[in-house]
């Protein structure tokens, strides 16, 4: 396994689009997040899920935003109804299940609403 | 919430060491990270540094961790110019049993030839 995956690297939408992103994480890690990077700031944590169960989100994570983990695999992160205010990098990480496991990072996706 | 403070810029000598310096306010951080990010990229994990140590060494990186002053620096020695990133501390607190991240504002490293 060479790491975190997402899919795609980039992407350019219209305003009032919905997009959706994927992750691949780390096969043996059960714990996914999905964290927002916009530009000069550090990552910001969205959401997480433990296998296929999310158990917190944040409050940045508007009523458009939706994450998923049907299988306890891959994840998928949908925005509807883009804002330009989503342009952003989207990162997402994993790790394992105890409390030291560092989270490793893939390398994000670029969204540019227009 | 946890509030992570980093200075923005610096600029050394390739060659020099490097010093990058965070405060962290939650006294109850079980973890500290320091992560790099070249442009256009992801993190990549550099190290980390438990709560109950005040120094990890691990080649050309030190970390030093000063608990009662809530203060973390990442040294980098003998400094190069592929060292040119973002650096970004991170914590994690111990209350958070989900293990979210809490980043700074990311140092922006600048190595001059």
């Known amino acids: 396994d060479t790491g975190v995956s997402q899919d795609p690297r980039h992407k350019i939408t219209k305003r009032g689009q919905n997009v959706t992103f994927r992750c691949d994480p780390i096969?043996?890690?059960?714990?996914l997040y999905w964290y927002r990077q916009t530009l000069g700031q550090g990552p910001e944590f969205l959401t997480y899920?433990?296998?296929?169960?999310?158990?917190?989100k944040s409050r940045l994570l508007s009523d458009r935003f939706s994450a998923e983990r049907p299988k306890g695999s891959f994840s998928t992160l949908e925005i509807q109804r883009t804002e330009q205010g989503d342009s952003a990098m989207y990162l997402c990480?994993?790790?394992?299940?105890?409390?030291?496991?560092?989270?490793?990072f893939g390398p994000g996706t670029r969204l540019l609403v227009l | 919430g946890e509030d992570v403070e980093q200075s923005l810029f610096l600029s050394v000598r390739e060659g020099d060491s490097s010093v990058i310096n965070c405060t962290y306010t939650?006294?109850?951080?079980?973890?500290l990270y320091w992560y790099k990010q070249e442009p256009g990229a992801g993190l990549q994990l550099l190290t980390y540094?438990?709560?109950?140590?005040d120094m990890k060494q691990d080649q050309r990186l030190t970390v030093l961790l000063n608990k009662k002053d809530k203060h973390l620096s990442l040294r980098i020695a003998d400094t190069q110019t592929g060292d040119s990133a973002i650096y970004f501390c991170?914590?994690?607190?111990?209350?958070?049993?989900?293990?979210?991240?809490?980043f700074g504002r990311g140092t922006q490293l600048t190595v001059w030839p």
């Open positions: 990480a994993s790790s394992g299940a105890a409390l030291g496991e560092t989270q490793y």
């Open positions: 096969s043996e890690h059960n714990r």
């Open positions: 899920f433990q296998n296929e169960a999310q158990l917190e």
């Open positions: 939650d006294s109850s951080s079980t973890y």
């Open positions: 540094i438990f709560s109950n140590m």
């Open positions: 991170a914590e994690k607190a111990r209350g958070s049993t989900l293990g979210r991240l809490y």
